[in-house]
């Protein structure tokens, strides 16, 4: 049978037992018809078909990796997103396996730049398109001041030192053949 409605109509429709499902796709179908030798029906119901409500997602306050090298954090917040296991994904790349409970995930990552973090859910494709930048902690920096010389053969002479980037605290200074420590 051909099913018709404001605009278009479905065809081949099979009917059982005074039953029939259109598959279609999200839409408004208005005034839905059959004719049956010649006679079309009067009813003329509406049908509207809408999407899922699109997923959203947004980031949190970001953990900086603490180390150079090391893993940072991203915490994200969604809605319209199920408990379950995914894949966000950003310009060049996918974090997978993204355990969301609750409307919540977090993501540990290396220092970088994640543009356009977005996730897809049931086809629909989250639109805010937030960024997170993870950054190493600042290299440390080391200088050597006036020197110092030994006044005596064998003795000790000094070597003045500043540092950027190094909190107080005891450190190891290494240098070709050897190191400093305390």
Do not use: R
Not at 70 to 81: A, C, D, K, Q, Y
Not at 146 to 163: E, M, W
């Amino acid at each position: 049978y051909t099913v018709s409605y404001d605009g278009g109509s479905f065809t081949n429709v099979s009917v059982s037992s005074g039953a029939a499902t259109i598959s279609a796709v999200a839409g408004t179908y208005n005034n839905l018809t059959i004719t049956v030798a010649g006679c079309t029906s009067s009813d003329d119901p509406d049908a509207v078909l809408s999407d899922p409500s699109a997923p959203t997602i947004a980031v949190g306050s970001l953990t900086q990796p603490s180390t150079c090298g090391g893993n940072g954090s991203i915490p994200l917040t969604f809605t319209n997103v199920a408990d379950g296991s995914y894949t966000v994904s950003y310009d060049g790349g996918s974090f997978t396996n993204v355990s969301v409970s609750s409307g919540v995930a977090t993501i540990t990552a290396a220092a970088g730049t994640y543009n356009n973090l977005n996730i897809t859910v049931a086809g629909c494709t989250s639109s805010e398109d937030p960024d997170a930048v993870l950054s190493d902690p600042s290299t440390p920096t080391i200088a050597v001041g006036s020197l110092t010389q030994p006044s005596t053969c064998g003795g000790n002479g000094s070597i003045p030192l500043t540092f950027t980037n190094v909190a107080d605290g005891t450190y190891t200074v290494s240098y070709d053949g050897g190191s400093f420590t305390n």
